[in-house]
């Protein structure tokens, strides 16, 4: 009787390996198919430049026209330089889910707080398709923002709901500051007491969209990196937009927004001044009574400005813990050690134990002191599938849930997961193959699925 047919690791290699592999390359290909479908489907021919219209509320600060195809919902209109009806709808309903998180959060009665424009009665949303940002992003202004839409062909930000989501609570936090004070930030000379402080208002975008750049600082230890980096540049010193270059950019979302977040996450914390989002909303409104920001901060929050800024450094370093338990280094170093032992047992125990000279594919039945070794490799097999399935859960969860910049996509983190995967299913396959054949290098099986787990894991660091 032939040996494929009656040992079960023969017959896996001879028929279910490549059924497997099959099947992962179909599904592989299925999605790319899906994905170039999808793209066809959504792709709109640019609007004619004759046809687009050369006004909007935006249109002093970015004079860029619209395709004169608004989308109106409840409080949202949706203009454009070309996005799909689609595109526009999904931009205005997560608007109206965003902004009723936002007023309920900030205590604010739209109908009796808010003071548009002579002009508007809703909230605009201009959404690129085709435009760019100077330094990318989104942008808001008095009752209005700027955001890319979710066909955006720009491919410089993310167009998943959950990045556009945040970045969109960020700038309608702006707005519903612009609506409270009735004018915008930038709309009032600089040197006038009744301007707001940037800090103040980039810090409370972000400290109630939970940070759209980089989240801010949760220990000393992390503060002292950014100073260290950045320079020891006190946040409530940042009154005004500092002018745009690369060393700004660079800066703007890795030292001065997470550094404002922390400076009113401090405010809100009960560990810090317990003041809540009310209390903000509340400076805004004074604000809009022409009362100064000095006044109306102090008033509402307790401290003077100027006492904050002096005493900012000092009260961060009672604030924050010096560092964060290193939960995640631990659990690296116990599995390192798990897996150097694992492969460090499989290469001895298994040259030690595997037969000198290979014995012939096609050889029948099995001596007494092979089968410990089989039940030993097919315990490997499990163990190794086990951990290499495990890891790829953990990174698609993690993948999932981190707090990522709005810029980062999350699709080559997951199409890496599906790539290591498959690497291991096939590193698995090819040492089923190799224990059919009675070769000793079927116990590389750990050190390769290590190999592989290492290089995912740079090449996932090196995308977000």
Known sequence: MDDRTSDPLALMTGRVCPRLMAMLLGGVLLAGVASGCADSSSHLERPDPAQMVNSGSWYAREQWPHDGRPFESEDFVVYSDGASLEARQQLAGLAEEVLVEVVDEMGVDPEKMFRFPADQDKIDLYANRYNVLEGGGARAYYAGVIIW???????????EVRAVRVTL??????????????RYVGDVAVGDPRRM???????????????????APRT???????????????????????PLSESVLRSYPNYYYPMAHLAVEYLLDADGLDRSPKDLAAVMLDMGNDVSFAEAFESHIGIS??????QFFTRMDAYLPQSEFPLEAIGLGLVSVLVAGLIGGSLVWGFRHWPVVAAP????????????????????????????????????VRIAVSDLPPYA???????TTVAYVVASAGILMWAIRRRANHLRSAFLIPLLVVVA???????VQAIF
């Open 149 to 159: 839409s979710f066909d955006s062909e720009t491919g410089q930000d993310s167009t």
């Open 169 to 182: 609570k960020h700038e309608l936090v702006h707005v519903v500051e612009a609506l409270l004070k009735g």
């Open 197 to 215: 402080p940037v800090w103040f208002s980039e810090g409370t975008a972000e400290a109630l969209s939970g940070g759209s750049t980089r989240s």
């Open 220 to 242: 000393l230890d992390e503060m002292n990196g950014l100073t260290a980096e950045y320079g020891r540049i006190n946040p409530i010193a940042w009154k005004v937009d500092l």
């Open 305 to 310: 400005e100027s006492d904050y800024e002096v």
């Open 361 to 396: 594919t096609g050889a029948s039945g099995m001596s007494a002191g092979d089968r410990p070794t089989r039940r030993g490799f097919l315990v490997e097999i499990l163990v190794v599938a086990v951990i290499s399935v495990g890891f790829a859960v953990l990174l698609l």
């Open 409 to 415: 996509q999350r699709a080559p983190g997951y199409l």
């Open 453 to 459: 787990t290492g290089f995912t894991i740079v090449v």
